[in-house]
């Protein structure tokens, strides 16, 4: 009952975000309906209608505005990623930079943005403050990755900022704001965002380690790629020999990617990331139950297990 | 008087965004500070204080947060603009882009807009709506920019269209925005945003006439650059010969751009844009005679007959 409700509602949150990005510059409706077509798992719409129900709300349609406005945060940031990792597929679909060009793909990330901002503008400040806090802590994990990758080095402590800024933030802004719609008190709407956060914290970990292990026909993109950009740097910072030195240093005679991911499959550091994974989604599930029952929390509770169970 | 009042307001504004745009991220706020410091003519912080004093406002300080955020969205775009038009300086220093490359220049943008959604989140939808309509539009005319520059293709109207939006959108904005919270009636917000969205065409045709005649010393860039993109593409179209013949067909024998230079100023096409600037800078004196004689009035009329005879 409350999945059909949801997936209803996700239903109608990729129709509004079809329509919203609208332009009489064609290019722009193309190249936006294009990356919101290549679709995703829309985890973070999910979180918003769920917090919502959980939180006591009526009408799930009234979510909708804000679920889409959260999915396209997302979405624009996508965009901006694949041209700096010059990712020419995402979902078996050509990246907006593959099919428009570096400039558009640009310029078509900036307009997703501007539409996000455009789709939250009617609601107060009790929202913008939350959402403006969750874009700017995206940006800032986007950067510290992309420096880490440039250097070559992360630490344990580093992967965790990345991941709690670009990952578990916007999960926390979408129960967040989903429970204030709904009509939480304080209480309860910590709690969903404390949820939320260690949901996307989990979410992130598992998606470096499919990366690495993951079967390229299931995810729809080439694996390995996060690992040439630093990403999966929290399961490589577990890889490492018990003597301390890295499995990591790739024989030179062989593609040192293929060789790195072989390394790490053999070196127990995937089984230390899962387990930490799995550690996060139980303080997710803690956080769970202090909320009064509901279907939508049971929900939320399969979700938190099936997250890192998944395969895609 | 105001003059004084404005340019404190100003030096405020510049405070306010150095300080806004600091993060635990080193390198977002180095290559913010240096873009900001790189300066520019403020011209939309000083619409937002001038609106806001004509239409009666008491006290500018009130109006420095919201000032600065229309300048932030400008300083965001020009960090992209920067990288799509490849561009190594701006104002004599090293472009976002040049310093700390593109990847990072890409992130600083986002990382301003987010910056520029932060300060603008408490205010209201009264607010928000303006400012948010405006950045689409900015998006939007700068993507016309880019096509019409890959297509080589700009006639009169989509020039129109381009710098309407591009430019003359957050003009309007801030003084519409700075007017509201002036306290001005709707009569008069929108006189000042018919005001300020000619002056913004105004400004535009004069900044792409400096592009081909100015004095690279004044301007602190290379000239005919935007000609390689399309930008003055004004002066462009209006540089045909009698016949109708293009004036741009450049002798393949020296760099074409000097020669495409050298050919428009002897055109007079020059001079009919300029006229054209004209014109525009006279209708948005006619909007000013419907608001109340003030101080501020008399420094926005300046404004528009000093815009159109601006060598830099």
């Not at 973070?44 to 709300?57: E, Q, T």
């Not at 959260?70 to 099919?99: F, K, M, P, Y």
């Amino acid at each position: 009952m409350v999945t059909q409700t949801v997936n209803e509602a996700i239903q109608a949150v990729d129709e509004k975000l079809r329509s919203v990005v609208a332009s009489d510059v064609d290019l722009l409706t193309d190249a936006s309906r294009h990356i919101i077509k290549s679709g995703g798992k829309r985890m973070r719409p999910r979180l918003v209608f769920l917090a919502y129900l959980a939180a006591g709300g009526q009408d799930v349609v009234e979510a909708v505005p804000l679920a889409a406005a959260i999915e396209l945060v997302h979405t624009a940031t996508l965009v901006h990623d694949d041209i700096n990792d010059h990712s020419l597929t995402r979902r078996g679909q050509a990246t907006v930079h593959a099919r428009w060009g570096r400039t558009f793909a640009l310029l078509t990330g900036d307009y997703l943005f501007t539409k996000v901002y455009e789709m939250m503008a009617p609601y107060g400040p009790a929202y913008n403050v939350v959402m403006a806090d969750a874009c700017v802590k995206l940006v800032e994990g986007e950067t510290l990755q992309a420096a880490a990758a440039k250097s070559g080095q992360m630490d344990r402590e580093t992967y965790k900022t990345i991941i709690a800024r670009k990952t578990a933030s916007l999960f926390e802004a979408a129960a967040r704001m989903g429970a204030q719609l709904g009509g939480a008190n304080q209480d309860m709407v910590n709690a969903l965002s404390s949820y939320a956060h260690d949901l996307g914290l989990a979410f992130q970990i598992v998606d470096d380690i499919l990366d690495i292990i993951g079967d390229p026909e299931t995810m729809g993109k080439p694996v390995g790629g996060d690992l040439t950009k630093g990403a999966g740097a929290f399961v490589v910072q577990n890889g490492q020999h018990t003597d301390g030195t890295a499995v990591l240093e790739a024989p030179a005679e062989v593609d040192p990617i293929k060789a790195m991911l072989s390394r790490l499959r053999e070196s127990g550091a995937v089984e230390i990331a899962r387990m930490e994974a799995v550690q996060l989604a139980d303080r997710a599930l803690r956080s769970l139950a202090d909320l009064p029952p509901s279907a939508a929390r049971d929900e939320m509770q399969a979700l938190a297990e099936a997250i890192v169970e998944r395969e895609q």
